[in-house]
């Protein structure tokens, strides 16, 4: 098996507090990998030392054979990320929007074209290309959030609690369009929703203070644990393991 | 090719900002009407020239950098306070191509105001009896261009170091400083002392002075107040480059 990111030791501590406590995982090419964990896990400092937003005190890992200690520049141009809260440049409409990010990554003008009508029409956004960011609804501008790191052709997508805030209906709608880029690229989710987890994933990682507590598929985990349901088997890794 | 992508998308983010044409065209324009109405109601005896066209005309066209320094101070810090940022962090972008990007339209934004401000003033100059010589005019637009830098440096550098509702009130006091003690509406030369003192150890005397020389008949000093000019420009670009490329490893930290 192949693997996107192998992650060997990683490591942060903001002063006295370790962040992600000497962590080892191998995410697999192609695959949806879930981080679960409470607030203060360690899931958003891991994303961010993987897209160069964070240096790790230790450790390193490789994203496509590329360190992130060592080749950072060659590890920024595979892979892009949806952060957790929504950003979008706000006096832009929607299709500048997508220009601009298409632009940064240094795509040519036919490139950029292209790529814009392409992702306007995978995610639905047609209808508001024209409307500026700021106006959307909290829905449309997380699915902008991830139609402009998708533009950029990653290789690898971390999606940063993409759901977060939003309303059930929203919420499904975009699971939609992330259920399919499933097989396409590598994506890595962070999340709180245990339902988003067991839709979506095709495997689990659940941290609990900076440290992995348990790697599996769904399955795995709940035999693991013994329990039926993801959210009981969570709970079981948090409080027991 | 990325700084000029970030540049694009920082011109249009300004431009559609309705307050960026109320205080960056709207209102030196405005000043320089009224206080072209102010000079015309002060008897010729007073002798009190620093509110005559030739003079009034450069020193708005400096005094309006100072509202360019606000907008590029809050459009950074706004900036620093999205999510948008984070998200270009994460890209191949450099810290080069955040100062010229957010340096850029700020600059393009200055040779416009200053274009308008002095297009006003040779109108109001040909309405008062006053022929501004074009040739003057463009040397003064020269002589601010080290200015055009020293404000956007300083619109940077408060944009990185505070945070968006802070930023202006940083600006405000360069906005008072710049028009009390920059000789734009008093003579400082006539005032001397301490005021003349600290206007000289400061910029903004020096690039008033500086615009205004090319309508003067014996401009003097004018080597000195060029390099003191360029100097702190120079300085402060430096200082924001520095704090914004500090500030954005503290951001993302």
Known sequence: ?241 | MKSFVFAKRTLKEILRDPLSYIFCLGFPLVMLIIMSVVDRSIPAQANMTVFHIENLGPGIAYFGLTFVMLFSSIQVSKDRSTALLLRLYASPMKPADYMIGYTLPVCILALVQMGICFVAAFVIGLCTGYTFPIGAILLSVLALLPSIFLFTGLGILFGSAVNEKAAPGLCSIIITATGMIGGIWMDIDGLGGVIQKVANALPFYHGVTLAKSPFRENPKDTLVHLTWTIVCAVVVYILAAIIFRNKMKKDIR
């Open chain 1, 1 to 241: 098996m192949s693997y996107s990111i192998e992650i060997k030791g990683l490591r942060k501590e903001f002063g006295h507090k370790v962040a992600v406590n000497d962590l080892e995982l191998k995410i697999p090419e192609g695959s949806l990998f879930a981080i679960l964990g409470v607030n203060g896990a360690g899931k958003t400092t891991t994303i961010r030392m993987l897209t160069g937003l964070t240096t790790p005190t230790g450790g390193d890992a490789l994203v496509l054979g590329h360190s992130i200690k060592e080749d950072l520049e060659a590890v920024k141009k595979l892979v892009n990320l949806s952060p957790q809260e929504t950003s979008v440049a706000p006096n832009l409409t929607v299709r500048e929007n997508l220009e601009f990010i298409a632009g940064i990554y240094g795509f040519d003008r036919e490139k950029i074209k292209q790529k814009t009508l392409q992702i306007l029409e995978q995610f639905g956004l047609d209808e508001v290309a024209h409307s500026k960011a700021k106006t959307l609804s909290g829905g449309w501008q997380r699915k902008l959030s991830i139609a402009m790191a998708l533009i950029t052709e990653p290789r690898i997508l971390f999606l940063d609690e993409p759901t977060l805030g939003l309303d059930v209906l929203a919420r499904r709608e975009l699971w939609k369009e992330i259920e399919r880029l499933k097989g396409k690229i590598t994506m890595i989710l962070t999340t709180h929703y245990m339902e988003e987890a067991e839709a979506l994933s095709d495997e689990i990682a659940v941290m609990v203070k900076g440290d992995l507590k348990a790697v599996g598929t769904l399955e795995e985990l709940k035999r693991l644990t013994g329990t039926e349901k993801l959210e009981d088997a969570f709970v079981k890794i948090v409080e027991e393991m």
